[in-house]
């Protein structure tokens, strides 16, 4: 006990082991928790996740935008291997602007790239590929008007890692790249010069403080070993 922290302590004593499993390459979103193996910024999501409201989606709360360090609404999977490909299915209805969801491939609030479902000011839906590097955000190309409904996306990069290609199709449709390749050194400790490491995940923001949400069907998250 005591304020100040101490340079050692005892160690517990009698505690079991726990082997945690490994995790799928697939999630459904089958159970009402989230597996251990996600990662959200700071601390737990609370009520911005859902598991249980729509059984078999995940469903996200919008919060504060990306590069906000307070509370943003992102649950990712740590890239694990250079090589790998990650696909999700996403329902999402934005009413405005300043409602965003989608897939992202990120290192921190700082450095980033989002494949974002919004709507123009006229209300179309529109895809938005966003670059955030060292909090600098800039449009990757113009926005792809698409229609309401369900949306899938992909990324895959490429064998040394070093590349990464964004994709997006309507359920059963054909895939259809979004952007050029995005060089990945962005995301990489050298870059950040941090030690968090790049992640894959979804996400989903309001900035209109209307409380939107996403819900995603499944993530899966493939890496060539």
């Given at each position: ?205 309001d900035m209109a403080g209307l409380h939107n949400h996403a819900d995603f069907d499944y ?7």
């Amino acid at each position: 006990g005591g304020k100040i922290a101490q340079n050692a302590v005892p160690a517990p004593k009698d505690l079991p082991e726990v082997e945690l499993p490994a995790m799928a390459e697939q999630d459904d979103f089958d159970v009402p928790a989230l597996a251990p193996g996600y990662a959200t910024p700071r601390t737990p999501l609370g009520d911005c996740v859902n598991l249980t409201v729509r059984p078999g989606w995940l469903r996200l709360i919008g919060q504060e935008s990306m590069n906000s360090l307070h509370h943003v609404t992102l649950v990712a999977r740590r890239q694990q291997e250079h090589e790998m490909q990650a696909e999700t299915r996403m329902d999402f209805a934005p009413v405005c602007p300043e409602q965003m969801a989608g897939f992202t491939y990120c290192y921190d609030s700082m450095n980033f790239y989002l494949l974002g479902k919004t709507c123009a000011e006229d209300g179309t839906p529109v895809l938005e590929l966003l670059k955030s590097d060292t909090g600098v955000v800039e449009d990757v190309c113009d926005p792809v008007p698409v229609p309401d409904g369900t949306l899938d996306f992909k990324l895959t990069t490429t064998p040394d890692g070093g590349m990464a290609q964004f994709y997006y199709r309507q359920p059963q449709g054909e895939w259809q790249s979004i952007g050029p390749a995005c060089p990945t050194d962005i995301l990489t400790d050298e870059h950040c010069r941090g030690f968090t490491g790049a992640h894959v995940g979804v996400y989903a923001h309001d900035m209109a403080g209307l409380h939107n949400h996403a819900d995603f069907d499944y993530l899966n998250v493939h890496f060539e070993r």
